[in-house]
């Protein structure tokens, strides 16, 4: 029994196709949906940075304690991680902010998921972006939030055939007809991630949110997809709720809609530019150091394993993969660009 499958079927019967979001939802987030439980890491369909090495939790958390120190050093800094997955950021990064007083709280819709992360110390669970926070971050969510698709003129909808699910086309209503691409492709309309976007002034009185997803500037947020066991899937309507369905974001249209909730939107930087920036390649420096040392010392078994690590660690700034997702920093209106930044954009620091 597929559940997804029959609520979306049983929705189209009732009031005729649906918009690509509801299909998301249903389908993600819906009973018996993909995200039901945590889908990502190696036994999982997906691994996301925190799983590649631990060193990017290391690096993320001297962004954390640069806009620590950018607020005020507040105690306690307040964090809040939206799509937490399986917790593995979490853990890393309350280990590197030990000397921080932090209040963790991480934010999961899918009960199972939230189940797994009440094992966690020190973090409070919920199910909702609700409590105050001084940061927020989400790691790999907004790709992820049901979003609306267009194709030329046209909306995409989901309907059925004898076969099962299936394309409809048809007019593009007022809310999403403007954002229809001028040369006929295919445009998402992120309407998860702009209500998401929407939420952050209510919890950031003051404070920063760190948004990091695949997408680009100002471009084509490239075609729809889906992952099931660490391979693409290109038939996303085949099967609902037993594949990812995703689409790189469009990190301009974020920022516009976070600027028009009256926040402000600091240029995006690549994470290959923000975790060298972070200090990755001193990181890796004092690793080849190690590897070199142990070598010298006949611990060739460490040694090797000391390579691997390396190895691993710069699959996090591969162009041609993790190192071209985009960091994304809002801020209330009273708050400066961190350091960090600052070099990641190639600007001399204050």
Avoid at 145 to 165: I, K, M, N, T, W
Avoid at 263 to 285: E, H, I, N, S, Y
């Amino acid at each position: 029994m597929n559940e997804p499958l029959d609520r979306i079927r049983r929705e189209i019967d009732d009031d005729g196709p649906i918009t690509f979001a509801r299909f998301m939802e249903l389908a993600l987030y819906g009973p018996g949906g993909f995200y039901e439980t945590p889908p990502v890491g190696a036994a999982g369909h997906f691994v996301t940075s925190p799983h590649v090495h631990p060193v990017f939790g290391e690096l993320l958390a001297r962004a954390v304690r640069d806009l620590w120190e950018a607020l005020g050093t507040p105690r306690p800094l307040r964090i809040t991680e939206v799509g937490a997955g399986d917790g593995t950021l979490a853990r890393s990064l309350l280990t590197h902010t030990a000397a921080i007083p932090v209040r963790y709280t991480v934010v999961e819709r899918s009960a199972g998921a939230r189940s797994a992360l009440a094992e966690l110390e020190d973090v409070h669970v919920t199910d909702r972006l609700a409590e105050p926070a001084d940061l927020v971050l989400a790691n790999e969510l907004l790709d992820n939030l049901p979003f609306r698709l267009l194709r030329g003129g046209a909306e995409v909808r989901v309907g059925r055939d004898e076969d099962g699910l299936a394309e409809v086309l048809v007019p593009a209503d007022d809310e999403v007809a403007a954002f229809a691409a001028g040369d006929g492709g295919e445009r998402v309309v992120p309407v998860g991630a702009f209500a998401f976007v929407d939420e952050l002034p209510r919890v950031l009185d003051r404070g920063y949110a760190l948004l990091i997803d695949y997408g680009g500037v100002g471009t084509s947020s490239g075609a729809v997809h889906g992952y099931r066991g660490h391979a693409l899937v290109g038939d996303i309507l085949s099967d609902p709720g037993t594949a990812d369905v995703t689409a790189g974001v469009d990190f301009d249209l974020i920022a516009e809609r976070a600027v028009a909730d009256r926040l402000v939107a600091f240029p995006t930087v690549t994470q290959r530019d923000a975790l060298v920036a972070l200090g990755l390649g001193d990181w890796l420096r004092d690793e080849l150091d190690r590897q070199r040392t142990r070598l010298g010392a006949g611990e060739g078994r460490e040694a090797v394993a000391t390579w691997s690590g390396r190895s691993q660690a710069t699959l996090l700034v591969d162009p041609g993969g993790l190192g071209r997702l985009r960091w994304l920093l809002l801020a209330t209106p009273d708050l400066d660009p961190p350091g960090w930044l600052e070099r990641a954009l190639g600007r001399p620091e204050a």
